[in-house]
C-alpha cells in the first residue's frame, strides 16, 4: 500500500513539532527581539537595566545597532523608539564571544 501526505501537510507538521520542541529555525530566530528587561533578567544575571548600560553598551560602542550591533535605542532616548530592544540570535553570540571581557561582578559607582 502506497501513501502520499500532502507537501503542506508534512511542512505544518513538521513546523508545529519543531516549535513544541522549541527547535526554532535560524530564520526566525534572527528577526526575534525582547526587551532590554527580559534580556538583562536572563542574559545578565539580573544585573539593572542602568547596569547593563553602563558596564555593557557605553563600553561596548559595537553592540549599537546603529554601529552594527545588536542593542536598539541602548540609551533609551532615542526619538520615535519606546525602550530599548534587543536582537536576541546576534546578542548571544556576541556575549559568548565577549563574556571575559565582562566583569559580571562590577558593582555601579
Not at 532616548?77 to 534587543?86: C, F, N, S
Request: charged letters at 30%.
Amino acid at each position: 500500500m502506497e501513501w502520499h501526505i500532502d507537501n503542506s501537510a508534512f511542512d505544518n507538521a513538521v513546523l508545529a513539532a519543531a516549535k513544541k520542541l522549541g527547535l526554532v529555525p535560524r530564520e526566525d530566530k534572527r528577526a526575534q527581539k525582547i526587551s532590554l528587561d527580559d534580556f538583562r533578567k536572563k542574559y545578565c544575571l539580573n544585573h539593572s537595566k542602568a547596569w547593563v548600560r553602563n558596564i555593557i553598551f557605553d563600553r561596548f560602542p559595537d553592540t549599537w545597532y546603529q554601529n552594527g550591533g545588536w542593542a536598539i535605542n541602548p540609551s533609551g532616548k532615542e526619538p520615535g523608539i519606546r525602550g530599548t530592544w534587543i536582537r536576541i540570535d546576534q546578542a548571544t553570540k556576541w556575549l559568548e564571544e565577549h563574556d571575559d571581557a565582562i566583569d559580571w561582578h562590577e558593582q555601579l559607582a
